[in-house]
Nanobody, 120 residues
Framework: QVRLVESGGGLVQAGGSLRLSCAASGSIFRINTMAWYRQAPGKQRDLVAVINSGGSINYADSVKGRFTISRDNAKNTVYLQMNSLKPEDTAVYYC??????????????WGQGTQVTVSS
């Protein structure tokens, strides 16, 4: 019933910027926590940034000062502004949402992932 569609990934040079978007659609009453994760080849999925419905935000230490997470509740969309990108940021980025729908209690949903590649 709920799907998350990501966009904005691509190839950039070190020091460049990208803005990722993830729009949730379907049977949604309220979205609680939204977050961005990333997974590099051969590595586990790591939390990048998280924002709850009240606006509280936390970042991984590796991206503090460079990335900014935000959300537009009217559009059911979460964003990740990535500045000063490094080759180490190369990964598949996944958005996550904990959703309360009209048919279910809260459930977790994941986007399909979008590739971010940072060249040196």
């Amino acid at each position: 019933q709920v799907r998350l569609v990501e966009s904005g990934g691509g190839l950039v040079q070190a020091g460049g910027s990208l803005r990722l978007s993830c729009a949730a659609s379907g049977s949604i009453f309220r979205i609680n926590t939204m977050a961005w994760y990333r997974q590099a080849p051969g590595k586990q999925r790591d939390l990048v940034a998280v924002i709850n419905s009240g606006g509280s935000i936390n970042y991984a230490d590796s991206v503090k000062g460079r990335f900014t997470i935000s959300r537009d509740n009217a559009k059911n969309t979460v964003y990740l502004q990535m500045n000063s990108l490094k080759p180490e940021d190369t990964a598949v980025y996944y958005c996550y949402a904990n959703v309360q729908s009209g048919s279910y209690s809260t459930r977790n949903f994941w986007g399909q992932g979008t590739q971010v590649t940072v060249s040196s």
